[in-house]
């Protein structure tokens, strides 16, 4: 028997001489016409009187007639004990949550200058500290976001990245930096309720850097505290929802209140002070001002730490003490008088504030004690310049809340806030630049590369410094993770011991490497900074010697991966390590002697070459070289047995992809939670993910990278914002996970998962893939590889449920280019995601429309999705797409018809 779905009808009542509208579930018998059974759910409201007459039809009948009809009976007693009667319903085999999800959502404005495309993500607060995210969202051309946060309750915060904003001072478009976040909390939220006019700016950025620091870190009170004081310090009432007066805008000073005015000649200030002292991107002056107002001084220290200016500052400047005092008073001066400020307000309008700021001491009022923990070190792939990295919690041996995040110096060097936190430590570096030991060139950290570190517990408010972040101390952590448990300290410590008896280095977190292109640098180095530069630049060596042209740090990220089960032999637990585009590379497996006589081998072509400017000699490191030479592979003391090493591979689809970065996150308490671990999307779409022995459900998300558009033909990108995502339901430890889809439907359903009551359970999980694959008649949208109509022939070989899925993606693509997405149509996948997540397809979030201003080069600020996207606008873009020349397939309208007409009358409801 076919389940049908819950679907409202019309019954009329002869007793009561009036329709009511019912909610009904209509049960299919494989019998003739008119078998069905009704079992009702509630009533409804009473409507105005009328009687509709529509012939009652069965699950055969065309789709025009499977609609919903109006039955006139005796009274209702009998519709209560009828079996007799049918209503119809548009198709689908799922039954419904019992209840529609709740969709808070959180909207507002970045300012820095407006900033538009920037990513804004909520996250929750837990324990004073930042938790699992809880939504997200892009800003439109003028800085405005909505973003849903489910039926979260409570404490708040918004994350706003990225994005470009016309600087004040310069009038220049400029880019929030990477590294550069503004950020913003809110003391509170209620679930399933509408939170607006939220500003994220400079100075709330500033007052979450001051609660983040304070003792007991992210709650409501310090929130409320830290809000106030920053609002005192800037003669600004409420922070969080008062409007900036945009300098910039002429005349917008008229009308202003004295508040407004103050809070944006504040921001324009900034904006002015970075222009006077050089800074490229003003951006970086709202870093530094957060760091200065952490520990409740604007004294230009971060406790007792001076700041450095980033910004696209060179020379390693430092904060002056008076930058946010008279440095801000002066700057605002200049402002106001300059031709950039054309708001109407003058320097009489500001004189209060200006002499508040040439006399303040810096002492940020009320702002309540202050923990300011650091951590700073090096990160050494050769000195790793602009890069960021982001320190995270351990929790429960796997990455938990971002702590804090830096840029990395010219020199590799880094200094990272951690609050009151008190624990393990795991830091990440991503991106930046470094001189490649081997070719002497300058390279890139590639995305999907990173260095990794994990340090044992920090107590709150400590300073720890040397910490090395390194290919070696990546190797352990991934050997960490991988552990029975994961990143505990115990595993950390075996972890770090094991990697450095390897490589004959006794303490890899905190032993300086040597640095072999710095001249006579073996003349001062120990034998073990030596054996640890030599490791370095011997993986260098050997990624030139493999064809690694464009970067080397695909080679750490191989020889990370064949760390992390405890065996340096080319594999990832059973898995042959494929290194098929890293770096340049045209394909190939990582051998199995890479780690031990490839890694000696390249050791002594290095330390012969041109490159070795350490006057260090092959008798040096002759003892290393002959270990490694004769190793079996073993990573000492890190087990004898190989510990639970699981991997989930398949295929990221939005047309062919071609490249970006596939992330894993566990599912914790149905809400996405720490990631797992990361991989790239190769030429041909394909991704592989370790999962350690993580089991449970599992997120993918896939970011960035490039992908041909089915409609087009051309290659996009997939923009800054959209992402592409799937839920799996359940992994077992250990467990190899393959074919595993990511794709606009798959996208659909994580996000309708998500905002089910319970959130992305595996029940849920598997319910919402269920229910978008019976939408788009495309089957297990988890498993089935969609049909590419862009390849000629493909539909030949196709099944009917392969037809369906690739062409529903195409037809995106039609309808993103038929709407003016020229772009990307990547922003389309982003709103189709939107209007799933309540369960109808209809332009709608809940009770909010959708806005599409900007995306994908859409013009216009106030368009929003239109109601029928995803019912009939998807059914005429699939006719469209099927009828052009880009469909080479060989699919034709008679393949897909029964689809087009399912969208074509469909209510938009999925389940």
């Not at 590369?449 to 410094?465: K, M, N, Q």
Request: proline letters at 5%; a negative charge; aromatic letters at 4%.
């Amino acid at each position: 028997m076919t389940v049908c779905k819950w679907q409202k009808a019309m019954i009329f009542s002869e007793t009561w001489n009036e329709c009511l509208t019912w909610t009904v579930q209509v049960l299919y018998d494989p019998k003739p016409l008119g078998s069905a059974s009704i079992h009702t759910r509630r009533t409804k409201t009473p409507i105005a009187s009328r009687i509709l007459k529509r012939r009652i039809a069965g699950p055969t009948s065309s789709p025009a007639e499977r609609l919903p009809v109006t039955l006139r009976i005796p009274t209702l007693a009998v519709l209560l004990g009828s079996s007799l009667f049918l209503f119809a319903c548009g198709g689908g085999s799922s039954t419904a949550p019992a209840t529609q999800p709740t969709i808070g959502t959180v909207s507002g404005t970045v300012v820095k200058g407006p900033v538009s495309g920037a990513n804004v993500a909520a996250f929750a607060i837990t324990n004073g500290t930042m938790g699992a995210q809880v939504g997200g969202g892009t800003t439109d051309s003028t800085g405005n976001f909505n973003v849903p946060i489910g039926d979260y309750s409570g404490p708040i915060m918004l994350q706003a990245s990225g994005g470009t904003y016309a600087d004040e001072a310069t009038g220049t478009t400029m880019t929030m930096q990477a590294g550069d976040v503004m950020a913003c909390a809110i003391p509170s939220v209620t679930a399933g309720a509408s939170t607006t006019g939220i500003q994220i700016t400079p100075i709330t950025s500033m007052a979450h850097s001051r609660v983040h620091h304070m003792a007991g870190g992210i709650t409501a009170a310090n929130i409320a505290t830290a809000n106030a004081a920053m609002g005192a310090y800037f003669s600004v009432a409420d922070i969080l929802h008062t409007v900036p007066m945009n300098p910039v805008v002429a005349g917008s000073a008229t009308g202003a209140s004295q508040d407004a005015k103050n809070y944006g000649m504040a921001i324009a200030a900034m904006s002015q002070y970075a222009m006077t002292i050089g800074m490229p991107n003003s951006s970086g002056v709202v870093t530094a001002m957060m760091d200065d107002a952490s520990d409740g001084v604007m004294d230009g220290m971060m406790g007792t730490a001076p700041i450095a200016m980033g910004g696209g500052m060179t020379g390693g400047s430092m904060m002056q003490p008076t930058a946010g005092t008279a440095g801000l008073a002066t700057a605002m001066t200049t402002f106001v008088g300059s031709a950039r400020n054309v708001s109407g307000a003058t320097l009489a309008d500001m004189q209060p504030l200006v002499d508040k700021l040439n006399a303040a001491s810096g002492q940020v009022p009320g702002g309540g004690g202050t923990t300011t923990g650091m951590m700073s070190g090096t990160a050494v792939k050769g000195p790793v310049g602009g890069a960021t990295v982001t320190a995270y919690a351990i929790t429960n041996g796997m990455m938990g809340a971002q702590l804090g995040s830096a840029t990395t110096d010219a020199s590799g060097n880094f200094s990272v806030p951690l609050g009151s936190y008190a624990g393990s430590v795991m830091l990440q570096m991503t991106g930046g630049t470094y001189t490649d030991e081997a070719t002497g060139s300058t390279m890139p950290m590639l995305p999907g590369d990173l260095l990794v570190a994990c340090v044992p517990a920090v107590t709150s408010g400590s300073t720890t410094t040397g910490i090395q972040m390194t290919p070696l101390t990546s190797m352990a952590s991934a050997r960490a993770k991988a552990m029975t448990g994961g990143m505990t300290d115990a595993n950390i410590a075996t972890a770090h011991a094991a990697v450095g008896t390897y490589f004959s280095v006794s303490d890899i977190l905190h032993t300086v490497p040597m640095n072999p292109m710095t001249p006579g640098s073996g003349g001062s180095a120990t034998q073990d900074m030596k054996n640890y530069g030599m490791s370095i630049a011997a993986m260098s060596q050997y990624a030139r010697n493999q064809g690694m042209t464009t970067s080397s740090s695909g080679m750490v990220t191989a020889m990370t991966d064949d760390a992390s089960d405890g065996v340096m032999d080319g594999m990832m637990g059973a898995t042959a390590i494929s290194m098929a585009g890293m770096g340049g590379m045209m394909g190939g497996m990582m051998q199995p002697s890479a780690g031990t006589s490839g890694l000696s081998t390249a050791m002594g072509t290095f330390i012969g070459s041109a490159m070795n400017a350490s006057g260090v000699t092959a008798a040096d490191m002759q003892a290393l070289m002959t270990q490694l030479a004769g190793s079996n592979g073993q990573l000492p003391g890190a087990g004898s047995t190989v510990s639970p090493h699981g991997t989930m591979s398949g295929t990221a689809f939005l047309g062919t992809m071609t490249s970006g970065t596939v992330t894993a996150y566990s599912v914790t308490s149905g809400t996405m939670g720490p990631m797992i671990g990361t991989g790239t999307v190769d030429a041909t779409g394909n991704f592989s993910i370790p999962l350690g022995a993580y089991a449970g459900t599992v997120m993918l998300q896939v970011s960035g990278g490039t992908f041909v558009d089915p409609a087009n033909g051309t290659t996009m990108t997939l923009q800054s914002g959209d992402v592409m995502t799937s839920c799996v339901p359940s992994v077992t430890a250990g467990s190899t996970t393959t074919g595993v889809l990511v794709t606009p439907l798959t996208s659909m359903a994580q996000m309708m998962a998500q905002y089910m009551s319970g959130g992305m359970t595996a029940a849920n999980a598997g319910a919402a893939n269920t229910a978008v694959g019976n939408y788009f008649l495309a089957g297990d949208i988890l498993m089935t590889p969609p049909m590419d109509p862009s390849t000629a022939g493909s539909a030949s070989s196709a099944t009917q449920a392969q037809k369906n899925y690739g062409m529903s993606i195409a037809a995106m693509s039609e309808y993103a280019k038929t709407i003016g997405m020229t772009v990307s149509s990547s922003g389309m996948v982003t709103s189709m995601m939107k209007d799933a997540s309540d369960g109808t397809m209809n332009g709608m979030m809940g009770s909010t429309s959708i806005s599409m201003s900007g995306m994908g080069g859409m013009m216009g600020s106030g368009t929003m999705m239109q109601t029928t996207a995803g019912t009939t606008g998807l059914a005429t873009a699939m006719t469209t797409f099927v009828g052009s020349s880009m469909n080479k397939s060989g699919a034709t309208m008679t393949d897909v018809q029964t689809l087009v007409n399912k969208l074509s009358t469909s209510t938009g409801a999925i389940q």
